[in-house]
């Protein structure tokens, strides 16, 4: 969200906040419960997680991450409006005096709930398009999907709630995101965040979504032709923290008004935190549970476990020494850190061997060289959970082995209906 004052967005970090690696900004999953059934959730949602935190708990952590000095916090699922006390935990963030946003599918983001959002005082609100139509649904797995996230967010501009958009990059949305950009657009979306497919979850089952590092050299061009279109039709393309790095258009992606800025490393556990809805703490609301989990705000004050955990502190004290591959060796290893800790550790295992990086892909090319990845490894099929793929190098000419049919199932059901309140 964008300051009162117009200037940058609340959650923008300045020098002070990672001085004090302050929590600026908060991702919640108020509840596992889900009405889609996405086949690349990372999460694995649908059903309520065991022992969800209840209302007072809730309230409890607002007030928890205001004192920490959070000053965003969005809400997401399974579908946060399936909580019933959804709307109240909203209207806390904002009497907190944090902002209170929402990220959704909004299969069933109905003309009641938005009214009854917009009155506690949600300001923003990002809907999924993850393709077009067919694309989409597919994707999400139920019939309609695609044509009710429109709707919704029709719903919240009428409201004056500010509707944005984000987007999985997939083998299946590839070809689409021109397209779906103009699609954004049309509905008065005044952002668009974009990011890779991650190897998690039910992505694990259907890895033939997840696009090949290679592709980032088809991919990085058309985002950069799209980012100048959408710039000058209204729209900010925003990238999310496994799009780059420091290829050619990182300018565009993070390099701010004067075009200076640049990718400075994960900053999971330092200036972001994440919730899971039964109150188990992470430094990044992406990262696997197992492994990076700091504790639970039942046991703990979420003060004791941001500052005391190493599970949330491990970017903080991150130097080259603990990268790995093509990331140890690169240029930026010192600034760059490996990228995305979460999109690396649930591909090869571990953080700090990035092989989506847009340098490095044009290094290797420049080599006559390509990577790709291939699964050696099936997941657990719990929440979170990761597989294990294999990094081949190779001839940049080298035949490539035939891609295996999508094992995608098709969208359940015969229409989008309104859920119960």
């Not at 205001?66 to 006390?85: M, N, P």
């Not at 923290?241 to 330092?270: K, M, S, V």
């Not at 892909?361 to 793929?389: C, H, S, W």
Request: hydrophobic letters at 35%; aromatic letters at 6%; proline letters at 5%.
């Amino acid at each position: 969200m964008t300051s009162a004052a117009g200037g940058p967005p609340v959650r923008y970090v300045t020098a002070a906040d990672l001085t004090a690696c302050r929590p600026v900004y908060a991702v919640w999953e108020i509840t596992l419960k889900c009405d889609l059934a996405c086949n690349h959730c990372g999460s694995r949602a649908g059903k309520a997680r065991p022992k969800e935190l209840s209302t007072e708990e809730c309230l409890d952590v607002v007030a928890q991450l205001a004192a920490l000095g959070c000053r965003e916090v969005t809400v997401i699922g399974g579908e946060a409006y399936l909580r019933k006390d959804w709307v109240d935990i909203i209207r806390a963030i904002r009497q907190a005096g944090m902002d209170a946003t929402m990220t959704t599918g909004g299969r069933n983001l109905t003309e009641e709930r938005v009214q009854a959002a917009a009155e506690a005082g949600l300001q923003g609100v990002s809907i999924s398009l993850d393709g077009l139509e067919t694309t989409h649904d597919r994707i999400r797995g139920v019939k309609g999907s695609f044509q009710a996230a429109l709707a919704a967010m029709k719903r919240l501009k009428a409201h004056g709630i500010t509707v944005g958009s984000n987007s999985q990059i997939s083998s299946l949305s590839l070809p689409e995101l021109p397209a779906l950009m103009d699609t954004i657009i049309e509905h008065g979306a005044s952002h668009w965040q974009v990011q890779l497919t991650v190897a998690m979850g039910n992505a694990i089952d259907h890895d033939e979504l997840l696009l090949q590092p290679y592709q980032l050299l088809e991919l990085y061009p058309v985002l950069a032709e799209l980012y100048a279109k959408g710039l000058d039709r209204g729209l900010l393309m925003v990238p999310g923290n496994n799009i780059g790095y420091f290829g050619p258009y990182e300018h565009l992606w993070r390099g701010g008004p004067d075009r200076t800025g640049h990718w400075i490393g994960c900053n999971a556990g330092q200036n972001t935190i994440g919730i899971e809805a039964d109150g188990t703490i992470k430094g990044c609301p992406s990262l696997p549970t197992n492994g990076y989990t700091g504790g639970n705000i039942r046991d703990r004050a979420l003060l004791d476990i941001w500052s005391n955990t190493p599970e949330l502190a491990f970017t903080r004290d991150r130097t080259v020494n603990d990268l790995w591959g093509r990331c140890k060796g690169c240029y930026y290893a010192d600034v760059c850190r490996g990228g995305c800790s979460w999109t690396t550790t649930v591909l090869l295992g571990k953080p700090g061997n990035n092989p989506f990086c847009h340098h490095r892909t044009l290094e290797l090319a420049k080599e006559g060289k390509r990577e790709r990845i291939r699964k050696v490894k099936e997941g657990t099929g719990l929440p979170f959970d990761q597989g294990l793929f294999e990094l081949i190098e190779e001839p940049l000419d080298a035949p490539l082995p035939k891609r295996r049919p999508s094992t995608l199932p098709e969208p359940r059901g015969r229409a989008v209906r309104e859920a119960s309140k």
